[in-house]
């Protein structure tokens, strides 16, 4: 299986499995995979071990009045 992790990842997704399944206090996992504590908690309400999208859900932005008619003309069209 290729894994593709992105360059500042401190977890791969055996480590992530081994939180999830943990029992132990959030603090001796954040200590022995050497990564904070809200990383521990992240990955344990987790389902799933793999990576998600870090691409914006809502893009900010703004259009002045004229862009915005010609957006709409143009999904009109």
């Not at 132990?24 to 987790?46: D, H, L, N």
């Not at 009045?65 to 957006?71: G, L, S």
Request: net charge positive; charged share 25%.
């Amino acid at each position: 299986m290729l894994i593709s992790l992105h360059k500042q990842a401190t977890t791969t997704p055996k480590v992530r499995a081994a939180i999830q399944a943990s029992t132990e206090p959030a603090w001796v996992v954040a200590e022995r995979y050497g990564i904070s504590e809200q990383t521990v908690w992240k990955w344990r309400k987790r389902d799933s071990v793999q990576d998600r999208s870090h691409t914006a859900r809502r893009l900010q932005t703004t259009l002045t009045p004229t862009q915005e008619a010609v957006a709409v003309s143009l999904r009109k069209s």
